[in-house]
């Protein structure tokens, strides 16, 4: 990665109240950095974000963009037999005011400003500086948020029937009441009759008014969202309006969930009880999944429970028959959607020396797993449970995830760590397949917290098969060891390796492998001929 500049610049604008009656108060906030090539150099993640810049002037402009429109001609509706403008729009800009400010000890400067009394249009933040080599350094269109309108936002260029919610809301509450006013373009429909239909997940209800406006309180049942549409009957037709995703808000459904276990620490081997509780879950369901980090390493794995409880699903509705048929065109009649949610050692030049293997009892490590357990616990009445397993003898960090639903649907997710280690273990670097008349070296190194550098590691290579002791090596901690091993014939085959310090501490490894004729292969087929006691397997 390349520089263009010595520092770094972040800036962040909104538009907040202390409360529903206070008035709006925008703020900017820059943050200056310094640009840190060692700490990027060093860091496998990348982060290059050095010690905050005192005292560094920054320049800005706050502005505030909206639409003008421009009628450019004129169009026929044909269900209306009216003919209405057409538009254009054309951004306009004005400055709402201009900053000069300074960052603090901890590389960071604020200004407020009063937005305008408007409800239309959107705000955004130019900044200017220089990095301390003088080049320039320019942001523009920084969006702020808590605007009346999403960043750039663009009025609609034609006209059509649609369901309008009365405040920029993403989501509703149970008990919330949700505003709709049905519109063609940005008036509200006058006169007529209204049908309007609210459809989720097979529940089908509807109401008929002689307004525009219509209004409901958001229900649990609703869950996890809601599709409303109306149907607007003139006298003459009646047009059906775009269908509207009203989302259920889930945030007070969110399931707590803790996880403690017995030891801080484990052994390979060991058996791990994790306890389990809840303040809001008594009787939920928890799933329990402790796989190894290495493996997320590769390919990590996002999990929101409650997100995926709660994510969008069709309305339900599998059919709908219309008594009276539009001679004109019929407008904006919507479909349900829905939404799918879908992230070695190499050798050393120089062989170990060989040696005399240590004789005594070593304890062999040879269940490795990338999934360590996978159970379900349901909580007891107070919101309590537990789980025990067997840990396997990977040497590792294991992540723990509990993905938890309780009968009501409070749903939670939480994540924590399990640590296995050993004050002395080994790795080794070997292939599991191999041809007859391989000469294979082994590779092993061997760590932990008890060793020192240079302690001195005996190795000793078993075949487990026979007994029998196939190579010996000496080796240095933290210094990878290549041990020759025999010429290897066809068949299975196991290797333990065993490994002492020079102070008594101990491991063992075992290394399972296949040595084949050829890695050729080719498909055959037998034919048997079938009785009525034949057995296939």
């Known amino acids: 990665m390349v520089f263009v500049n010595d520092i770094h610049v972040q800036a962040n604008a909104y538009i907040e109240k202390e409360d529903k009656d206070a008035p709006a108060k925008g703020t900017v906030e820059v943050r200056v950095n310094l640009i840190d090539l060692d700490k990027y150099n060093a860091d496998e993640k990348g982060d290059y974000i050095g010690a905050p810049l005192k005292g560094h002037k920054i320049e800005g402009t706050v502005l505030w963009n909206t639409w003008d429109r421009i009628e450019v001609g004129k169009y026929y509706d044909y269900i209306n037999k009216v003919t209405y403008p057409r538009y254009e729009y054309k951004l306009r800009t004005e400055t709402v005011t201009t900053f000069t400010m300074e960052t603090d000890k901890d590389g960071i400067a604020k200004t407020e400003f009063t937005p305008l009394d408007v409800d239309e249009g959107y705000y955004t933040v130019n900044i200017r500086t220089k990095d301390r080599a003088g080049r320039s350094i320019k942001y523009d269109n920084i969006y702020v948020s808590g605007s009346a309108r999403a960043y750039a936002y663009y009025p609609e260029q034609y006209q059509y029937y649609r369901l309008e919610k009365d405040k920029e809301q993403d989501n509703y509450k149970s008990g919330e009441i949700v505003g709709l006013t049905y519109k063609y373009g940005e008036k509200a429909l006058e006169g007529g009759r209204f049908l309007y239909v609210k459809a989720a997940r097979g529940y089908l209800e509807w109401d008929v008014k002689d307004d525009s406006r219509f209004e409901f309180t958001m229900e649990d049942k609703y869950a996890p969202n809601i599709y409303v549409y109306g149907v607007w009957f003139n006298n003459r037709v009646h047009i059906v309006s775009h269908q509207l995703i009203i989302p259920y808000d889930y945030s007070d459904n969110r399931l707590s969930l803790t996880a403690e276990t017995d030891k801080k620490t484990y052994k390979p081997g060991e058996t791990v009880t994790v306890k389990l509780s809840s303040e809001n879950g008594a ?40 008594s009276h048929a539009n001679s004109g065109r019929d407008v904006a009649d919507g479909t349900a959607w829905t939404r799918d949610e879908s992230v070695s050692f190499g050798l050393a030049e120089n062989k170990a020396s060989i040696a005399p293997a240590a004789q ?28 025990s397993f067997k840990l396997p003898d990977n040497i590792t960090q294991w992540r723990i995830t509990l993905s938890g639903v309780s009968s009501d649907l409070k749903a939670g997710t939480e994540i924590m760590q399990l640590d296995v280690t050993l004050p002395f273990f ?32 005996t190795y000793r290579v078993k075949d487990n098969l026979t007994g029998e002791t196939v190579a010996t090596a000496t ?30 501490l101990r491991d063992g490894i075992s290394h399972k492998f296949t040595t084949f004729d050829t890695y050729k292969t080719m498909q055959k087929a037998d034919y048997t001929e079938l009785t009525p006691y034949t057995v296939l397997g």
């Open 283 to 322: 009787g939920a369901i928890v799933n329990l999944s402790i796989v190894d980090e290495a493996l997320f390493a590769l390919n990590d794995r996002y999990v929101n429970t409650l997100e995926q409880l709660y994510r969008n699903v069709s309305f339900g509705l599998v059919w709908e028959f219309r």
């Open 360 to 387: 005594q009892e070593t304890a062999i490590r040879e269940d490795f797993k990338d999934t360590a357990v996978f159970k379900t616990v349901r909580l007891d009445e107070n919101g309590k449970g537990f789980v």
């Open 426 to 457: 080994i790795n080794i670097a070997a292939s599991e397949t191999f041809l007859t008349g391989d000469l294979p070296v082994l590779g092993v190194t061997g760590y932990g917290a008890e060793l020192k550098p240079g302690d001195e590691i």
């Open 475 to 504: 080796g240095r901690a933290f210094e990878r060891a290549n041990i020759q091993m025999p010429e290897l014939k066809a068949g299975k085959g196991e290797w333990i390796v065993e490994a002492v310090t020079s102070t008594g």
